[in-house]
């Protein structure tokens, strides 16, 4: 059972990193396996990776190897899937998608606020966390670049935002203009067998490596030692996400990737005379948003429902585990 229940949690964490405003850390966190995943990390250190040569059974228990193994087989699963299949979902049903995904960051906040004791010191740290996450869906992405360099650097500021709950590394990617370097490349060496972008991939997942075992140290330390306005920081950084998570928005400008200019749209849905990078959005109340195409309003609500009983379901079995 244990088993199957991380190889689920590391399903939903690799399906998450792939779509853009959605974070794997956010999923850990509801999930209950947040701590831990960073318990774990930061346990890959030198000291105890020379037990390999001496005590390999040892090595496996000092970095937790079996909760590593599941939880990494769930999300390489997970990921594929989110790459093959719910990115084409955010083509053809993305209202549904975010609706699932604002239900459960929305109750996950309320339920994991439960922990945390509220006062004036944790108001305002939630409220920092909260204005510092809402501050990052509000950036316009810029031109990526190929760089090695660049790749490295933003490989680490990806994955430090994976490990923040309500930050998505996806989104740090689109920001940085290297989503769809990123996306296009595991595609093609999933689905082709094509492995010409595997330079640009290996320098990102080295900025990967480096920046998870860094800030894995810092979170952990701070929760060590600040737990109670970690947690109100994290659970503002949830709430603050919500903006990017809106089922509905306009598409103000849009940038042609081909020709490189920025276009005006005005519409929910971009011309399919070519490629586009999203630049601005507003968010629309459902009844506006059906003057442009159906805000499919019931079935948003039934998605966001769902998202929410998937959390109190998830937060239920963590307790009888």
Known sequence: MMKLMLTLKGMAMGIAEAIPGVSGGTLAFITGIYEELLWTIKSINPGNLKLILSDRAAFWKAINGPFLLWLLFGMAGGLILGVLVISHMLETNKEILWALFFGLVLASAVLLGKDVEWDRKSIL???VGAAFAYAVTMFSPV?????????????????????????????????LGLY??????????IAEQDFSALGTLVFFGLGVLIGLFTFAKVLSWLFAKFRNPTMAVMIGILIGSLNKLWPWKLIETAMDKTTGNVETIGSTILPTHTEWKILTETNLL?????????????????????GA?????????DSRA
């Open 143 to 175: 031109t990526g670049s190929t760089n090695p360099v660049y790749l490295f650097l933003s490989g680490m500021l990806a994955v430090s935002a994976l490990m923040l709950p309500g930050v998505s590394g996806s989104f740090i990617l689109l920001l």
């Open 309 to 317: 009983f998937l959390v109190l379901m998830l937060s239920r079995l």
């Open 180 to 189: 769809d370097s990123i996306i296009n490349g595991l595609k093609a060496i």
């Open 286 to 306: 459902p009844m506006t948003y059906q003057n442009y195409t159906d805000p499919k309003l019931l079935l948003c609500i039934v998605a966001l429902v769902l």
């Open 125 to 127: 740290m939630a409220v």
